[in-house]
C-alpha cells in the first residue's frame, strides 16, 4: 500500500493527473494597424509587441484573471456570431498558429476578443464570429 501510495506521488508530480485544458466560447471580431482601428502607434500592442498574424486582444474584464497578457491559445472558428454558418472558414488561417495575448481592446467590450489580421478586407471578411478558445498556457512563462 505504501509503495501504491508513493508511485501515485510521483505520478502526480510528473503531471500524470494534468488538468484538462480551459475552454472558452467567446465573441472574437478582428482588427488591423489602421489608426482608426487602433490609437497613434498602430503597429505596438499595449505591451509593447510588434503586430502580427498571431496577436490577440483580450477584453479588460478577461485581462486579469482568464487571459492575462502572454497567454498562448488555439482558435477554433465556430461560425458567424448570430447563426453560426461558415464555422471553419477560417481554420486554415488558425490551424497550428499558438496566438499570444498582447493587447487589450475598449473599456466597453465584455467577455470578447479581438483577432489582429494583416489587412482590412480580410478583417471584415472575418466580421463577428464565435470562437472557441483553447488555453495553453495562462500568462507569461516564468510570470515575466
Given at each position: ?5 508513493a ?14 485544458p ?9 482588427y488591423?494597424s ?11 500592442t499595449?505591451?509593447?509587441a510588434r503586430t ?6 483580450v ?12 497567454s ?5 472558428d ?16 488558425f490551424?497550428g ?37 483553447v ?7 516564468g510570470?515575466?
Amino acid at each position: 500500500m505504501r509503495k501504491l501510495f508513493a508511485l501515485v506521488l510521483v505520478l502526480a508530480g510528473l503531471g500524470a493527473y494534468a488538468q484538462p485544458p480551459e475552454v472558452f466560447l467567446l465573441k472574437a471580431t478582428a482588427y488591423t494597424s489602421s489608426r482608426h482601428e487602433t490609437d497613434a502607434t498602430p503597429h505596438l500592442t499595449a505591451t509593447g509587441a510588434r503586430t502580427r498574424l498571431g496577436i490577440l486582444a483580450v477584453s479588460r474584464d478577461l485581462l486579469d484573471e482568464e487571459l492575462p497578457y502572454g497567454s498562448l491559445v488555439r482558435l477554433y472558428d465556430l461560425g458567424r456570431w448570430q447563426d453560426g454558418k461558415g464555422a471553419g472558414t477560417f481554420d486554415p488561417l488558425f490551424s497550428g498558429l499558438l496566438f499570444v495575448v498582447e493587447d487589450t481592446m475598449n473599456k466597453r467590450k465584455r467577455q470578447q476578443i479581438d483577432v489582429w489580421l494583416p489587412d482590412r478586407s480580410l478583417a471584415l471578411k472575418f466580421g463577428v464570429r464565435r470562437v472557441k478558445v483553447v488555453v495553453v498556457r495562462r500568462g507569461r512563462a516564468g510570470g515575466r
